[in-house]
């Protein structure tokens, strides 16, 4: 089991950065992939990025590819999720998850342990 804990969120203008940490605690290996995901109010939860624990092989939705960075300090045992250009449609509660499956995954069904939650929010 691996325990996740997110930080980083908070009140941005549009066109705005903000970078988003992922402590991950527990037991982790190169296999892992560590996602992001998002679920704005009234919406489903939604696939974000995802990359291997290794840093290899970062996969983004449509919706945030070029604007968003995740990446991996293995080291610091953190995920990082950069994210520039920001606009008001990116607001949501950003969720942490790990998953012990061998391929990258987009699916939540295929996580298996969860982060509480940061909330990011973009005025326009």
């Known amino acids: 089991q691996v325990q996740l804990v997110e930080s980083g969120g908070g009140l941005v203008q549009a066109g705005g950065s903000l970078r988003l940490s992922c402590a991950a605690s527990?037991?982790?290996?190169?296999?892992?992939?560590m996602g992001w995901f998002r679920q704005a109010p009234g919406k489903e939860r939604e696939f974000v990025a995802a990359?291997?624990?290794?840093?290899?092989?970062?996969y983004y939705a449509d919706s945030v590819k070029g604007r968003f960075t995740i990446s991996v300090d293995s080291a610091k045992n953190t995920v990082y999720l950069q994210m520039n250009s920001l606009k008001p449609e990116d607001t949501a509660v950003y969720y942490c998850?790990?998953?012990?499956?061998?391929?990258?995954?987009?699916?939540?069904?295929?996580?298996?342990?969860w982060g509480q939650g940061t909330q990011v929010t973009i005025s326009s």
């Open positions: 998850a790990a998953s012990s499956r061998g391929s990258i995954q987009s699916r939540e069904l295929m996580y298996d342990s």
């Open positions: 527990g037991r982790t290996s190169s296999s892992y992939t």
């Open positions: 990359i291997k624990w290794s840093g290899r092989n970062p």
